[in-house]
């Protein structure tokens, strides 16, 4: 009688009780550099079309470009989650952390001098190298520094702060949209998205925090030594792939990360080019029925702030819904187990991904992006809790960045697929067309493909589904060791 007693203790006692000061602090420069990584990928999500209108020619196609730098940007993210996960495990946590958070930062802002679509993408690139080492490492720090008990409540919390700096960027970017309609003339539609992007490179001054206080983890540093003496390698993809326990694991949560990936990088973070689909037809409805005509410029500069402004807002409210989805699949993980939590959270993001894109017409509608939000994020907060628990401490690094990164590569297709499926069924539609259709009949046919698009991609989420019933649940059970 007295097992089940100790355990209904232990879970009624909330985890952030376990901790000390160090704790605190290596939690909290965890979160903040995984936190202000999220506002960098933001600041991309809601200013890469104005940024792309400026740097490509009048005749190209802005969103189709705009799918080809989210893939560049993931395909940069999955190879910096390669390259610092393994190098996290066999150097450090707190030491690469440094180096990842300083790469993000510094080329994020450099984004902002961009002359040409060219060295956009370059640049973009650069910065997902340090964005995706940051999640592996800042997940390893904790799950191997804080109290064993304080793990999971810790790890979702951290997944769930990263909705702040989603927040954040969408209040920069409401902002933004506010002085354009200011009429200031440093700050016009042309020009806004270079400064969002030098907001970016603010958490550089992280690094010198990190640098001066953060230990590496004492479970590291024993494992490190004890491995000095068995031979046994520390971030080796040999050990990690090859024959042995930690393959099947790996693979299987590269797959489950890799649907939840592309149903948010290939569909939910596409809602800013929907709303301001929405807000530009609403814009210009409303300025036929004016009694004062626009100008084609003022037309052209009220939908660029209209847009700002309800795409800040919309990133605001779907990451409102992101903060309280991760929040709630914690408390659900850690209570029915991490199996069940993730099919609640797949069945949920296919469900309401596909009521956003097919009935989102007004900004009226615009909570329908929380509750999308709510599911698709909550899956995220599954990864960072799961993750770390299917790999030892050698590996833990390696095998968490492997599962959350390397699906990025297959991921990096999500964009550039629904960009391809969007224009070849926007072409379709605009066949279809009579020749004397007008611009706001083209317009309609265009947005009725991105919406086809979206649900045809929608369905990767099955795949998550499928693959949590291969997966090992590891509620209760100690972190893995070899």
Same mark, same amino acid.
């Given at each position: 009688?007295?097992?089940?007693?100790? =355990?209904?203790?232990v879970?009624s006692? #909330?985890?952030?009780?376990?901790?000390?000061?160090y704790?605190?602090?290596?939690?909290?420069?965890?979160?903040?550099?995984?936190?202000?990584?999220?506002?960098?990928?933001?600041?991309f999500?809601?200013?890469?079309?104005? #940024?792309?209108?400026?740097?490509?020619?009048?005749d190209?196609?802005v969103?189709?470009?705009?799918?080809?730098?989210?893939?560049?940007?993931?395909?940069?993210?999955? %190879?910096?989650?390669?390259?610092?996960?393994?190098?996290?495990?066999?150097?450090?946590r707190?030491?690469?952390l440094?180096?990842?958070?300083?790469?993000?930062?510094?080329?994020?802002g450099?984004?902002?001098?961009?002359?040409?679509?060219?060295?956009?993408?370059?640049?973009?690139?650069?910065?997902? =190298?340090?964005?995706?080492?940051?999640?592996?490492?800042a997940? +390893?720090?904790?799950a191997?520094? !804080?109290?064993?008990?304080s793990?999971?409540?810790?790890?979702?919390?951290l997944?769930?702060?990263?909705?702040?700096? &989603?927040?954040?960027?969408?209040l920069i970017?409401?902002?933004?949209?506010?002085?354009?309609?200011?009429?200031? &003339?440093? *700050?016009?539609?042309d020009?806004?998205?270079?400064?969002?992007?030098?907001?970016?490179?603010?958490?550089?001054?992280?690094c010198? @925090?990190?640098? !001066?206080?953060?230990?590496?983890?004492?479970?590291?540093?024993?494992?490190?030594?004890?491995?000095?003496?068995?031979?046994?390698k520390?971030?080796?993809y040999?050990?990690?792939?090859g024959?042995?326990?930690?393959?099947?694991?790996a693979?299987?949560?590269?797959?489950?990360?890799?649907?939840?990936?592309i149903?948010?990088?290939? *569909?939910?973070? @596409?809602? $800013?080019?929907l709303?301001?689909?929405?807000?530009?037809?609403?814009?210009?409805?409303e300025?036929?029925?004016?009694?004062?005509?626009?100008?084609?410029?003022e037309?052209?500069?009220?939908?660029?702030?209209?847009?700002a402004?309800y795409?800040?807002?919309?990133?605001?409210?779907? &990451?409102i819904?992101?903060?309280?989805?991760m =929040?709630?699949?914690?408390?659900?993980?850690?209570?029915?187990?991490?199996? $069940?939590?993730?099919?609640?959270?797949?069945?949920?993001?296919f469900?309401?991904?596909?009521?956003?894109?097919?009935?989102f017409?007004?900004?009226?509608?615009?909570?329908?992006?929380?509750?999308?939000?709510?599911?698709?994020l909550?899956?995220?907060?599954?990864?960072a809790?799961?993750? $770390?628990?299917?790999?030892?401490?050698?590996?833990?690094?390696?095998?968490?960045?492997?599962?959350?990164?390397v699906?990025?590569?297959?991921?990096?297709?999500?964009?550039f697929t =629904?960009?391809?499926?969007?224009?070849?069924?926007?072409?379709? +539609?605009m066949?279809?067309?009579?020749? %004397?259709?007008?611009?706001?009949?083209?317009?309609? #046919?265009?947005?009725?493909?991105?919406?086809?698009?979206?649900?045809w991609?929608?369905?990767?989420?099955?795949?998550? *589904?499928?693959?949590v019933?291969?997966l090992?649940?590891t509620?209760?059970?100690?972190?893995?060791?070899d």
């Amino acid at each position: 009688m007295s097992q089940p007693i100790q =355990l209904q203790k232990v879970v009624s006692v #909330a985890w952030w009780k376990h901790l000390n000061s160090y704790h605190w602090f290596v939690f909290a420069m965890a979160a903040l550099a995984w936190l202000f990584d999220c506002l960098d990928q933001q600041i991309f999500i809601l200013f890469r079309n104005d #940024a792309l209108k400026t740097l490509l020619p009048p005749d190209w196609d802005v969103k189709a470009y705009g799918g080809y730098a989210t893939s560049i940007f993931v395909a940069g993210w999955a %190879t910096g989650g390669l390259i610092f996960g393994s190098v996290g495990d066999r150097i450090g946590r707190a030491k690469t952390l440094t180096l990842t958070v300083l790469l993000y930062s510094v080329f994020t802002g450099l984004t902002a001098l961009s002359t040409s679509w060219v060295d956009f993408a370059i640049y973009r690139f650069i910065t997902g =190298l340090g964005v995706g080492g940051v999640f592996g490492l800042a997940v +390893a720090l904790i799950a191997d520094t !804080l109290p064993d008990e304080s793990r999971p409540g810790a790890l979702g919390m951290l997944q769930a702060l990263s909705a702040i700096g &989603n927040i954040t960027a969408g209040l920069i970017s409401m902002w933004l949209g506010s002085l354009i309609t200011s009429g200031s &003339n440093s *700050i016009t539609a042309d020009t806004a998205w270079k400064y969002a992007f030098l907001f970016g490179a603010i958490p550089a001054f992280l690094c010198v @925090f990190i640098q !001066l206080r953060m230990r590496e983890p004492e479970k590291w540093v024993k494992a490190k030594e004890a491995g000095k003496i068995t031979g046994v390698k520390f971030g080796s993809y040999v050990s990690l792939l090859g024959p042995g326990r930690w393959r099947k694991p790996a693979l299987l949560g590269m797959l489950l990360c890799i649907a939840g990936v592309i149903g948010l990088w290939g *569909i939910g973070f @596409f809602a $800013p080019e929907l709303v301001g689909d929405v807000i530009a037809t609403s814009v210009r409805a409303e300025a036929l029925k004016a009694s004062v005509a626009l100008s084609p410029d003022e037309l052209a500069q009220r939908i660029s702030s209209q847009s700002a402004y309800y795409k800040g807002l919309n990133g605001i409210i779907q &990451n409102i819904g992101a903060f309280f989805g991760m =929040l709630a699949f914690s408390w659900l993980a850690q209570r029915a187990g991490r199996k $069940p939590a993730f099919v609640v959270a797949f069945i949920g993001a296919f469900i309401a991904t596909n009521v956003y894109f097919q009935m989102f017409k007004s900004v009226d509608q615009i909570w329908m992006s929380g509750v999308m939000g709510f599911f698709q994020l909550a899956l995220f907060a599954g990864f960072a809790i799961y993750l $770390p628990e299917l790999f030892p401490t050698r590996l833990r690094s390696t095998g968490t960045s492997f599962c959350y990164n390397v699906g990025r590569f297959l991921a990096a297709t999500g964009p550039f697929t =629904l960009g391809m499926l969007q224009h070849n069924l926007g072409e379709s +539609a605009m066949a279809k067309l009579p020749e %004397t259709a007008d611009a706001a009949a083209k317009a309609a #046919a265009k947005l009725g493909a991105f919406r086809e698009a979206t649900s045809w991609v929608s369905l990767v989420f099955i795949l998550g *589904i499928v693959v949590v019933f291969f997966l090992p649940e590891t509620k209760g059970k100690p972190m893995p060791e070899d």
